[in-house]
């Protein structure tokens, strides 16, 4: 069974423009949530996302934005980005239901300039 | 809300030895704690978890302990090896699927 696929790896932004990071869960699974790494913050939950609602959010400014699809496939939107914004963002797939093991993609690596 | 607390951050052990990490958790309906072990430019990797209706449980050479009263929970690494040297995280969830994360404890397994 394929694991987690994210999409870009790697991506170099400017202030202020905007970037769609994608998900595609394993084969099954229906929840979706997004966290983001930092080496000063940690790892740090940004939201879920399951039948294509958002079910649980992160304490993230509203810059931060995410979707579902109808495949479980899930994009997660940051615009006007920051210097700040400089991370590993990380998705994670389960199944549906709560607290159910999250497993991780490899993460895209996102730098802003 | 939730605030997860880890330590030690960093833990040097001699290969063979066990390795103890210990977190701390503040939200009393926290009912989900997994661990992740994170290699050097790899995913988060979930290696054991618990929930809060059991005490313990173990996997081979790895065990978790869970005490609700006290509201902290524990992973053991018995017979360490190099292999086992990454950052693991301590992680706890009270409904949904929002973790919430300690800090992070990088283990270093001498040979």
């Known amino acids: 069974k394929a694991g987690v696929t994210q999409t870009p790896r790697y991506l170099i932004k400017t202030r202020g423009q905007q970037v769609t990071l994608s998900c595609s869960p394993i084969s099954g699974h229906r929840s979706v949530s997004w966290y983001q790494q930092t080496p000063g913050q940690g790892l740090q939950f940004l939201f879920e996302?399951?039948?294509?609602?958002?079910?649980n959010k992160g304490n993230f400014p509203g810059r931060f934005s995410g979707r579902q699809f109808s495949n479980s496939r899930s994009e997660m939107n940051v615009s006007t980005l920051e210097l700040g914004d400089s991370a590993l963002y990380l998705c994670?797939?389960?199944?549906?239901?709560?607290?159910?093991?999250?497993?991780f993609g490899d993460g895209t690596r996102l730098s802003i300039l | 809300g939730e605030n997860v607390e880890q330590h030690p951050s960093t833990l040097s052990v001699q290969e063979g030895d066990s390795a103890v990490i210990k977190c701390t958790y503040s939200d009393s309906a926290s009912n989900y704690f997994p661990w992740y072990k994170q290699e050097l430019g790899k995913r988060p990797q979930l290696i054991i978890d618990?929930?809060?209706?059991?005490g313990e449980k173990k996997d081979q050479r790895i065990a978790v302990t869970l005490n609700k009263t006290a509201k902290h929970f524990s992973l053991h690494i018995t017979e360490t090896q190099p292999e086992d040297s990454a950052v693991y995280f301590c992680?706890?969830?009270?409904?949904?699927?929002?973790?919430?994360f300690g800090g992070g404890t990088r283990l270093m397994v001498k040979p």
């Open positions: 618990i929930r809060s209706n059991v």
């Open positions: 996302y399951f039948s294509e609602t958002q079910r």
């Open positions: 994670a797939s389960s199944l549906a239901g709560s607290n159910q093991p999250q497993h």
């Open positions: 992680a706890a969830s009270n409904a949904g699927n929002m973790l919430t």
